[in-house]
């Protein structure tokens, strides 16, 4: 069974309806990210917590919000999708490592189109 | 403002010779760096990393090389095997204020012919 989750996998929706991107891990991990892939831009961090109670923005976070329910669970939400939304989603966990530097573990992805 | 710099889209190489795929910084804080590998419809897997207090860390077949003084580093594969082909993204990071955040670079697509 994989480590980290993503429910859906892939997502089409229309401009300006509400969507919610789930992430679920078993890795007992506290920290967990999401990103966006667009073609040509790598991967651009939207939101991260380092746990329950601590949410942060990232480098891309206007048009999203996000929920960490769980250790386990951090959803990201789109609260009034636009088309240049449309992109590969990805959800990643870690945990702090010695000296302060962790490796990222990812989850499969979300394709998602807005139309 | 590109923090991290594939500059390099694509590479193509012969099966069992060797693949270096090129990867710059700017920011001089940044003290760890890795490589993950991304197949399509699958999610990046890390696949390499170094600390600033190295200059080469070697795995199997893969090594990366890191020369501070240019803000540069890279990965070796070899040999290369077709099941290398995907898509290599380095990222950087600064261990100081602990955030832990992973700054990537644009990716370089690797295909390997046999």
């Known amino acids: 069974d994989a480590d980290v989750t993503q429910t859906p996998r892939n997502r089409i929706t229309k401009t300006g309806k509400r969507i919610m991107l789930e992430c679920s891990q078993t890795?007992?991990?506290?920290?967990m990210y999401w990103y966006r892939q667009d073609p040509g831009l790598g991967l651009r961090l939207i939101y991260y917590?380092?746990?329950?109670?601590?949410?942060n923005k990232g480098e891309i976070s206007d048009g999203y919000s996000v929920s960490r329910q769980a250790q386990a669970k951090f959803s990201l939400s789109l609260e009034s999708a636009i088309p240049n939304q449309t992109a590969l989603y990805f959800c990643?966990?870690?945990?702090?490592?010695?000296?302060?530097?962790?490796?990222?573990?990812f989850g499969p992805g979300t394709r998602l189109l807005v139309l | 403002d590109q923090q991290v710099k594939q500059n390099s889209p694509s590479l193509s190489v012969q099966e069992g010779r060797i693949s270096i795929l090129n990867c710059d910084y700017t920011?001089?804080?940044?003290?760890?760096f890795l490589w993950y590998k991304k197949y399509p419809a699958e999610g990046p897997t890390f696949l390499i990393s170094?600390?600033?207090?190295?200059d080469k860390n070697e795995d199997g077949r893969f090594t990366v090389f890191l020369n501070k003084s240019a803000k540069h580093l890279s990965l070796h594969i070899v040999p290369s095997q077709p099941g290398d082909s995907a898509v290599y993204f380095c990222?950087?990071?600064?261990?100081?204020?602990?955030?832990?955040?992973?700054?990537f670079g644009q990716g370089t697509t690797l295909q390997v012919k046999p």
């Open positions: 917590s380092f746990d329950v109670k601590d949410i």
């Open positions: 990643a966990t870690s945990d702090l490592g010695q000296g302060g530097q962790e490796t990222q573990y």
């Open positions: 170094i600390s600033s207090i190295k």
């Open positions: 890795k007992g991990h506290d920290r």
């Open positions: 920011n001089s804080m940044f003290d760890y």
């Open positions: 990222a950087a990071s600064a261990s100081s204020g602990n955030t832990g955040k992973l700054i």
